[in-house]
Structure formats: structure tokens, C-alpha cells
């Protein structure tokens, strides 16, 4: 297992068209973040899953964005209708529950996105 | 609600030497983790080094410890020895115990290290 994989890496979309990211976690975590990190910032949390449940979604998460997770795997990122605010890099993170905070979560390289 | 604060955007330090990198927070709670995190450019986020709040010992891990002043609020990471693959964003990162709602990472806004040959 080589750790948590995202897809694509970079994304280059017009705005007002609808983008889909994909984290693949280390195959036993059954936590599931994604985060968003815009230029200078720290990550900002979106939401979380522990295995398909989704069990916290931040209000930065707007109508425009929803996330999946089907069968406890691999998660889903949608982002429609996308604007120029939409620009950053979406993170993806695993963990195992019981030793999310023992270890801290895993995290992917990330997807940049771009709206022009 | 918990946050983190970051003062120094940047910081440098020669080859070999020893810098502090600060972190402080504000926080209601009394129990919660403290995390460093490091994201070197255009690679993952890999945790340096964590802190129970609990416990008065302060966490090292190698060429890295931590300065946890609980009443201060305060959680700076030193680095000794500092090596050119030390360069990168560091984060400092808080996470409540409570569960069911509260299991996210609050960041910093981060402090960019850069190493001098």
C-alpha cells in the first residue's frame, strides 16, 4: 500500500462547469477527510466519513459540493457549477478510528484546482 | 470554536543549527492533541510530531521535541540539527478528544523553513 492516492493532480476547468476529484485512502482506515488549502492558508476542513457514513460536513461545503464515499472505499469529490473562489487544493485524509489521534491522519499530495 | 495561530510566516536557519518554530491556540477544552505537520513543496502532508494534552511531558520524536505550555496555550516545535530536507510549510494542528463531531483538524496558517547551506 503505498498510501493515500488522489485524482487528478492538477485540474484546469472553466467556471460554471461541474469537476469530480478521487481519494483512494490506505485500504484499512476507515476515516475518509478532505480538507481544502488555498494560497497561504492551512487546510480548511470539508467533511469526513467513517467508512460510508458521512458524519461531518463544515459549512464551507456548499450546496455547489457533495461528497460520497459508496461501500466504505474510495470518496468522491463533486464541485458544480464551479466558480473562481472554487481555486485550491483539495486535500484527501485517512485514519484509522481508533488511533486517529495516536497517529494522526495520512495524507494524499492533493488535487490542484483551477477555474478560469 | 478551537483555533490555531501561526506567527511567523517565514523563518531560516543555517544547516546544522537549532530553530523554534511557534504555535499557540485557544481552546475551551481540557483535553485535546497538538500535532506538527510538515508539507514539504508539491509532496504529501506527513505528521512531525504529536502532543496529548494530558500528559506534561513534552513529545520528542529524533531531532524534534516540543514546548507544550498548557496554561500559556502555547506548542512550539524546535528542530535540532536542522537538515536541508527539513525545508518545507510547517503546520501546527489542533483535534478535540470528543468525538462524533469534533473529529477534524483545526491548522495554522503555517511557517515556511528554509534551510541555509
Known amino acids: 500500500d503505498t498510501g493515500v492516492s488522489q485524482d487528478p493532480r492538477h485540474k484546469i476547468t472553466k467556471r460554471g462547469q461541474n469537476v469530480t476529484f478521487r481519494c483512494d485512502p490506505i485500504s484499512e482506515h476507515n476515516r475518509l477527510y478532505w480538507y481544502r488549502q488555498t494560497l497561504g492558508q492551512g487546510p480548511e476542513f470539508l467533511t469526513y466519513f467513517q467508512n460510508e457514513a458521512q458524519l461531518e460536513k463544515s459549512r464551507l461545503l456548499s450546496d455547489r459540493f457533495s461528497a460520497e464515499r459508496p461501500k466504505g472505499s474510495f470518496s468522491t469529490l463533486e464541485i458544480q457549477r464551479t466558480e473562481q473562489g472554487d481555486s485550491a487544493m483539495y486535500l484527501c485524509a485517512s485514519s484509522l478510528a481508533f488511533n486517529a489521534d495516536v497517529r494522526g491522519a495520512f495524507f494524499g499530495q492533493g488535487t490542484r484546482l483551477t477555474v478560469v | ?117
Do not use: H
Request: with cysteine; aromatic share 12%; charged share 20%.
Open chain 2, 1 to 117: 470554536a478551537q483555533t490555531v495561530t501561526q506567527s511567523q510566516p517565514e523563518m531560516s536557519v543555517q544547516e546544522a543549527e537549532t530553530v523554534t518554530l511557534s504555535c499557540t491556540y485557544d481552546t475551551s477544552e481540557s483535553d485535546y492533541y497538538l500535532f506538527w505537520y510538515k508539507q514539504p513543496p508539491s509532496r504529501q502532508m506527513i505528521l512531525v510530531i504529536r502532543q496529548e494534552a494530558y500528559k506534561q511531558q513534552n513529545a520528542t520524536e529524533n531531532r524534534f521535541s516540543v514546548n507544550f505550555q498548557k496554561a500559556a496555550k502555547s506548542f512550539s516545535l524546535k528542530i535540532s540539527d536542522s537538515q536541508l530536507g527539513d525545508a518545507a510549510m510547517y503546520f501546527c494542528a489542533y483535534r478535540s478528544t470528543l468525538n462524533f463531531g469534533n473529529e477534524k483538524l483545526t491548522f495554522g496558517t503555517g511557517t515556511r523553513l528554509t534551510i541555509i547551506p
